[in-house]
């Protein structure tokens, strides 16, 4: 006679087992069941995963070597033998949930190639990537039936300099309880804390010289550039365009062969490249760190790399062109892309370009009439999947066009969607969930005052054509001392307009004098950050004294405050 003891999640979370139960069966929920974890089972209900997966789907393949895995592997295997025998299991994510290396054993999580949500619904793994903090899963929290005794914990780990999220820790074990904090979780912390440490130790000098070189190759020009070493890739929006995946491990294995000899490096691409490429050598006192691959069409039925026809796509700051790569990376598979930052940052600029040329859909929510009655709802429905579709201020969607675009993705997973996101006001519970759902690939513009290096590059592009016979608009370096220290709050936006202004209605000749600025450029940054209402106030005030000759009484009367009150803001805004 077989007999079973009680799962100790049935003492554990009685109601949420049972709420999980009824979730799958279609029937109504209790009271009390968390959003986030009612949240997390449509997530993997709309991803078609089968809650009683027994074993995972193979996942892509894993990676051989890799930065995170060498700095993380000699930790790992120190702290492996403290989990004990049979009990708990040590797992090592990348940042696409890819397992990279596992130890120890538990339920249901000896053989998982990959922890993303799309492949096995919610869990800690996941969730610390998203949230890029510790997380606990416990029990019925998870949607897979074989990890109902599982009790999980994670932690993101960092890259040293960037704080780029490159993976996960997880420590998974029986459970116990079932509720925080996770017995093991000092210890997973412990764990990435070492391995962040590790990275560090490794990201050295060789690094920055690579990435120096790369700059200098890209600079100034629409190069289609890749530098190598080995280990490590960047790569131009343009060569992203031009290279194939073959093209690239030609020139991996290229930069690998150059670093164990003297010989000069020759890149023998595939048969049918479309390209060839010009290899220079990375040199660090003496020694070959990698190769840059300056990259050409062999033949004008090859498609050249296009320019960016889109001023506001103009820059070669880290930041900036870290974020472009990032989603042209994303773009390259056919499923949607979240691109989020402030206003003006050149979000829409950037959807046109990685959509390339040809016909798009362009559904903006933040248009007249498309809120409330149902437009943005009618031109989703209206979209033929077939042709691309940029969704532009997704903050301003209603819970019915969440709705559809959910629909619409779950129908055409495949679909070429790019769709735009300005934080700002809390998003509902139905956005809310869509951005949960393209956590993984959301690409974060940086805003201007995060990439100032950029704004001189920015005044060549932004200035409009001069008339035959005049010359081109310049500027005093005065005027760009101040143009580099203002905050923008605009952005790019927001310096176009100043630009456009001084191009169309400035009288004098030569370059542009800092006197000619915008009193709030002018003057040089506020004392403190400025929320939106206080920089306009303060660009009103700065305004009126201009106008007013600097006289303070006047400029007081004219906006109708007292001069006290005009001299506590001067001094609140000014310091």
Known sequence: MTTTEPSPAVHARPPLRVARERFLAGRPLPDGVPEEVLAAWRRARFFGVPHDLKEPATGPPRPVESALLGAARPVLERIAPALGVGHSVLLLTDARLRVLWTSGSAPGLARCPGLSEQ?????????????????????????????????????????????????????????????????????????????????LARAGRPEQVLLDAYLRATRGENRAVAALDGRNRLISAAAERLATEEVLRALEHTATAARHTDAPAIAELPEGAGCSARIDLVRQEGAVLGIVAVLEPRDESTPRPRPHPLRCLTGSSLPWRYAVERAAEL?????????????????????????????????????????????????????????????????????????TLNSLLDTHPDARLLITHTPGTPPGPCLQRLLDKLAARTVVLPPLRERTEDIRELLSALAPRPAPGSPPLTWTLDALRALE???????????????????????????????ELPDTVREGPAARPLSPMEHAERAAILETLHRHGGNKSRAAAALGIGRATLYRKLREYEG
């Open 119 to 199: 492949e096995v619904g919610h869990n800690s793994a996941a969730l610390a990537l998203r949230s890029r903090r510790r997380a606990e899963v416990h029990g019925p929290e998870h949607f897979l039936d074989v990890w109902q005794d599982v009790s999980a914990v994670s932690v993101p780990v960092l890259a040293p300099k960037s704080g780029q999220a490159l993976g996960t820790l997880t420590v998974a074990s029986h459970l116990r309880g079932g509720r925080p904090p996770h017995p093991q979780a000092a210890l997973a912390e412990a764990a990435a804390a070492a391995v962040e440490a590790a990275l």
């Open 331 to 403: 773009a390259r598979s056919p499923e949607p892309v979240l691109l989020t930052g402030e206003r003006g940052t050149g979000k829409t600029a950037l959807a046109r370009e990685l959509l390339g040329p040809g016909d798009l859909h362009l559904v903006d929510a933040a248009e007249d009439g498309g809120v409330e009655d149902g437009g943005v709802e009618r031109d989703l429905a209206d979209w033929a999947a077939g042709s691309p579709l940029v969704l532009r201020h997704a903050e301003r969607l209603t819970q019915p066009a969440v709705a």
């Open 485 to 515: 220290q203002h905050p923008w709050p605009g952005n790019v936006t927001e310096l176009a307009h100043v630009v456009q202004a001084l191009a169309e209605h400035r009288r004098l000749s030569g370059p542009v004098r800092r006197a």
